[in-house]
């Protein structure tokens, strides 16, 4: 595929920032949408837009084959048994919120534990700190080892008889590391505890089979794989979303209601009360064909060659920090350059039209582990280019000068 031709696919690409073409190297925030999403969204609502599942007339049978289909593309896209096994949400951390409320939180006692890691994205991380405060139970963190990966041996030590979830980011918005989620999963069955999946930074960007890991759920985000915002989705087995209570209560979630007491429609469409998020579920299908017109391995492979390149290029300039695994890693780079302030740094870079993330990036417990109050992060997705990464490092070369004048 030509890779000149995928960035056509995204107009907003081909614009100039503060009088430099743009590179936008930001896509584990958010990526950027090509115009065959624009168009299925413009489309739908031009030709489709009605409520689902309600409306006898056309549009609203149109409109709930859009919805419906773009659940079955999704089922197939990370290979789960069913499409009754995919809960469209608002995005990653609302899925993981509904496990810990609605799964976690009603059978959780005092004494159990709930086991994560170091590095998890806070979305992955307050809702177990949370149910854990309200229930008294523990929270455990496997430890990490010096390059930013776990020792199955530690997650062997941490997860015991007591563990009821253990959540884990599939693959880091910080360090990249991809972590062994189904030997995870292995051990956490062993115990008798259920496996959660952060996909956020890993189903936009490599091939997930849920049935090949093992997990029990998994939540991602739409608008970091080329999506809408605020579409997600929250894919469980069967039998955890049978045993998982609805957290938000409303329309089109029931099946009848009595004034005291109400029952729920079958699994899924009791977890999506109120009008579901049909538009971005449209889109979100579009983003799928998209991606899978590469292949998923192939969008792995490209964005860890981009990731490669990268990381060569940011070794030759003094005084960069490179955190995380060098070898397997997923699509980004995070660094320090200096003792510049990662927002200094990516000012001075958005001046020059680059665009990366300061900050902490959500991991504040990561960003203590590595000893840093933030750090500056590339991202990198199909449509860039080495090029990118050559203005990214010709950037912070310009950056790196400029600080040394303005202090010297
Ligand atoms: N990380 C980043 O720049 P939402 O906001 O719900 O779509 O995704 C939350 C989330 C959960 N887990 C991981 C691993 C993530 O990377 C993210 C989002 C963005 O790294 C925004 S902080």
């Known amino acids: 595929m030509d890779r000149t031709l995928v960035r056509r696919d995204f107009p907003i690409l081909d614009q100039m920032v503060n009088g430099k073409p743009l590179v936008y190297l930001d896509s584990a925030a958010t990526s950027q949408k090509p115009r065959q999403v624009l168009e299925a969204v413009d489309r739908f609502y031009r030709e489709a837009n009605a409520n689902v599942h309600r409306g006898v007339h056309t549009l609203g049978t149109r409109a709930t084959d859009a919805y419906e289909g773009a659940r079955a593309k999704v089922a197939a896209f990370i290979h789960a048994k069913s499409e009754a096994q995919i809960v469209f949400t608002r995005g990653t951390t609302e899925g993981l919120n509904m496990v810990a409320h609605g799964y976690l939180r009603p059978r959780l006692k005092p004494g159990d534990e709930i086991v994560i890691t170091e590095m ?9 700190q949370q149910a854990a405060l309200a229930s008294g139970a523990t929270l455990k963190y496997i430890p990490l080892q010096a390059d930013g990966t776990i020792d199955l041996q530690d997650v062997e030590a941490t997860i015991t008889d007591k563990t009821k979830l253990v959540a884990m980011v599939h693959v880091s918005n910080v360090l990249g590391t991809i972590n062994p989620v189904k ?7 062993k ?26 759920f998994l939540a991602f985000s739409g608008h970091k794989m080329m999506g809408p915002t605020g579409v997600g989705v929250l894919y469980g087995t069967r039998e955890a979303l049978e045993a998982m209570e609805p957290v938000h209560f409303g329309g089109e979630m ?36 998209y991606l899978q017109a590469f292949g998923m391995s192939h969008v792995h492979e490209i964005d860890f ?79 860039n280019t080495e090029a990118d990464v050559d203005a990214l490092v010709a950037a912070l070369v310009k950056t790196k000068e400029f600080f040394s004048h303005a202090i010297g």
Request: glycine share 8%; net charge negative; with cysteine.
């Open 120 to 128: 998890e994205h806070h979305s992955n991380l307050i809702p177990w």
């Open 191 to 216: 115990h008798g505890a259920v496996m959660v999946v952060d996909g956020a930074q890993s189903v936009p960007h490599m091939p997930v089979d849920v049935q090949d890991l093992g997990c029990d």
């Open 254 to 289: 029931i099946e009848t209601v009595e004034l005291y007491a109400s029952t729920w429609k079958e699994v899924p469409y009791r977890f999506e009360g109120g009008t579901p998020i049909i538009a971005g579920a449209v889109g979100l299908a579009a983003a799928i064909d």
């Open 305 to 383: 060659a981009l990731t490669k390149y990268a990381m060569d290029r940011l070794d030759r300039i003094d005084e960069v920090t490179i955190y995380g695994p060098r070898a397997e890693r997923g699509g980004l780079v995070t660094f320090n350059l200096a003792d510049i302030h990662p927002h200094d740094v990516a000012t001075v870079l958005d001046s020059e039209g680059v665009a990366i993330r300061a900050g902490h990036h959500c991991a504040q417990p990561l960003m203590r582990w590595l000893q840093v109050g933030s750090t500056a992060r590339a991202s990198f997705y199909v449509y």
């Open 183 to 189: 030997e995870v999963a292995a051990i956490a069955h």
